[in-house]
């Protein structure tokens, strides 16, 4: 099925929307970014240098307002642990890159280096296999992200089964089984939840994120397609799909595109 949004699914407990911010013009700095979940788990930046700025339109989202970080240190964050004690989640993230390397996008914590988890680009660098290999030879996911392109990043973490998982634009690139690093999750510490700018082994992110979403719990593959789907009418092209594809037709999640002609 479709969603309208992203709270139609069960347990989502943070939602942050570059479109729904409001009575800013382009350029200026973002304080505080609402939490649309219901939960209550606003972002904020106290301390103006370090503040991303909003951005009324981003061609490469379908000219949608962004929220761009400066990759040096620009982060927003929120004062508490927003998922304490909870054994899985599920989180999704549309960026558009200005460079490649690794970054934190957002998380708790120190993800990868403790039992937090999180939505970094550099997660499954050096330690994680390809799915067919399933965590043998080491992969690199940032060969599959675009710089200066939309980009949607999906992170999900099963402690039942010590699985961690990464698709990107729809496609699922890297795959975790059986890891105590990445596949338990414990939060003994509170951590404050961030986006831009984390304390794990990447960097500060550079560049635009149109929308972030978190959920308490290892989403279903349905209702993961359905939340990818909802991100993919917002932002991606609709040409976006694996190269195997067959030509003039394309497939994101569940949902099928007809790539438009152009004369």
């Known amino acids: 099925m479709s969603i309208n949004a992203p709270t139609d ?3 989502c407990i943070a939602w942050f929307n570059a479109s729904a911010i409001t009575g800013k013009n ?7 970014w609402f939490d649309l979940s219901g939960k209550g788990h ?5 301390m103006a240098g370090f503040r991303p700025v909003w951005k009324s339109h981003v061609l490469t989202m379908k000219a949608m307002p962004t929220v761009r970080f400066d990759g040096v240190d620009d982060v927003l964050a929120s004062p508490v642990n927003i998922y304490p004690h909870v054994t899985d989640i599920t989180m999704f993230v549309v960026f558009n890159p ?5 970054w934190d996008i957002m998380g708790e914590g120190t993800p990868g280096n403790s039992n937090s988890p999180g939505a970094q680009v550099n997660r499954f660098y050096g ?8 965590g043998g030879d080491q992969i690199d996911y940032r060969n599959f992200v675009t710089a200066g392109g ?6 999900r973490n099963t402690k039942a089964t010590t699985t961690g998982e990464a698709w990107i634009n729809g496609v699922r690139r890297a795959f975790n089984g059986g890891v ?6 414990d939060n003994a510490t509170a951590s404050p939840f961030y986006i831009g700018l984390g304390t794990e082994r990447g960097g500060a992110f550079p560049g635009d994120i149109a929308e972030a979403i978190v959920y308490s719990r290892s989403l279903t593959d349905a209702e993961r397609l359905d939340v990818e789907g909802y ?6 092209p609709d040409t976006i799909a694996p190269s195997s594809e067959a030509d003039g037709i394309s497939f994101i999640g569940t949902h099928m595109y007809r790539k438009r002609k152009v004369f």
């Open 127 to 134: 330690n994680v296999g390809p799915v067919t290999l399933g």
């Open 231 to 236: 991100l993919s009418a917002r932002y991606l």
């Open 150 to 155: 939309v980009n949607m990043l999906t992170y």
């Open 42 to 46: 606003d972002i904020t930046q106290a």
């Open 9 to 11: 699914v069960p347990n």
């Open 98 to 102: 200005t460079v490649l390397a690794s």
């Open 26 to 32: 382009d350029g200026d700095p973002v304080t505080t």
């Open 180 to 185: 105590t690093q990445n596949g338990t999750i």
